[in-house]
Structure formats: structure tokens, C-alpha cells
């Protein structure tokens, strides 16, 4: 496979945000992923772009979109990442959504994108830590993403030093068992949560996911354009249930001009409420 020419990464990079909305600069593509990609055009079987490319486009093999997604996608993450949001769930959110919602009924909380389930297993360890809601309420915890590579290390529960920076070592003996330098996840909380490999412009998939209280997207709308941005947020809104609560980085804001949800803000965060 000759080195792959600047149009033919351009190809590439236009494909794959419009499937998934990522938007990354040509220069930066050009440096960061051209040799990821042509090693898997290698790896796969072909010989020059004009097919691999072909096959993509018309679907003919549906794995190679997703290997390239798992190339460009950016995972960096770790546990109580911005921490304060998850102090909000459970001393605002929660209580509120436990006093308003008929009694029996399963608070569903989404992560999207989850990487490889730090935040998702963060959510459930303030959960067990709060105690009283988890003892009132059934919850689904639910992470999906757009790499299914990382998909997999969620639900493998296995982390390193790096994720574990900033994580209290009460929280570490108590949650985790230290095999080295790796930390596994009590299978108790494993078994408690879900993952699913789906992209968030999937509107089909994303439906099928059902309604939720509150969702955690930290990270990703940074990654799209504003026309993508504003599809994400429509589909989040719709995917809410009434007074449900949408949490965003501390980096990203819901435009002024998208009157779907009323801004709070609570310490140094803000959070979105759903306008029924």
C-alpha cells in the first residue's frame, strides 16, 4: 500500500465526520492518523485507496467504518473527573427526581460518550457512598460509545495508575482489588451497569435506548461543529424524560439561541434542566 496522498485523507476525514460528527483539522488528521490508516488499509487486504474507500462509502464492509472510528476517537479520561458534578447528581438532582417520580418506578442515567467507563462506574460509586437513594430506588446506569474498542475495556473493568488519579484510597480499597499496577473493579458493580457501542447521530439506536433522567455528555460536543453540536443537544432533549437533567464539561455551554433547556447554576458548574 503506497503512502496515501493529502486528497485521499481528506476523503477520509470528511466521511467520517459526516457519520459521526467529529470534526478534526486536516492538518492535525494528516499528522496524527495517516499512518494508523494506512496500516489498517494494509492490514485489511487492499492494495490501493480507490476500493478501500469504495467499500466504506457503500457499506460493503460495515467493520471498517468503525475501525476508523476507533482511530480518530480521543479517550482520555479517568475516575471523578470533575468532580463536582457528581456531588450535584446526588445532593440536587437526585433527591429532586426521587420526590417527583411515581414510587417504583427506575431512575435511568446515560453516559454518552462513557470512553472506558470511568464516569459510569464514578456515577455508581457516589451512589453507594450517598447509600439513602440507592436503598429507595432502582437505578439503570447505562454508558455507550462510539469506539467499541474502549467498549470493551469498560466492560472488562480493568484500570491503570493514570485512571485512578484522582480517586481517594478509601474509594480504591473499598471498590477496587490492586493486582500490581492494575485495578479491577468489584464484579458486584460491574454487573450493575451496561455498555453499548453506539454512535450518538444514530438516531435509530439512540432511540432504542428509551428515556432518561439525566445524561452526562463531558467532551464530545466539543469535538463537532456547531450544526452537528445543535443535533446532538435536539436528540438529547428528546431522549429526557419531563424535568430530566442534561451535564455537560465545564468547557461546554448550550447555546443561548437553543431554548430547551433552563440554565442552573450550582457552585462552579452549570447544569441544564429540560423545559417541559
Known sequence: M??????ELKKIRDLIQLKSGISIKEKKFEIIHRKKIEKLISEEGYSDFKTFYHDIVYNRKPELIQKLYNIVTINETYFF??????RILTEKILPEINSIRPKGETINILSAPCSTGEEVYSILIQLLEENR?????????????IDSQVIKEAKKGVYTESSMRNTPEKIKSRYFKNAGNLYHIDKKLKDSVSFENVNVLDRYKMKK??????????????????????????????????DGYLILSHVER????IQLFKKI????????????
Open 254 to 257: 448550550i447555546p443561548e439561541s
Open 81 to 86: 473527573r470533575e468532580n463536582e458534578h457528581f
Open 209 to 242: 435506548l428509551g428515556k432518561f433522567d439525566v445524561i452526562f455528555s463531558r467532551n464530545m460536543l466539543i469535538y463537532f461543529e456547531e450544526n452537528v453540536r445543535k443535533e446532538v443537544i435536539a436528540n438529547f432533549y428528546s431522549m429526557l424524560k419531563s
Open 133 to 145: 437513594l440507592i436503598k429507595e430506588r432502582d437505578f439503570m446506569l447505562l454508558g455507550i460509545d
Open 265 to 276: 447554576k450550582i457552585g462552579n458548574s452549570i447544569i441544564y434542566k429540560k423545559n417541559s
Open 2 to 7: 503506497k503512502k496515501l496522498q493529502s486528497e
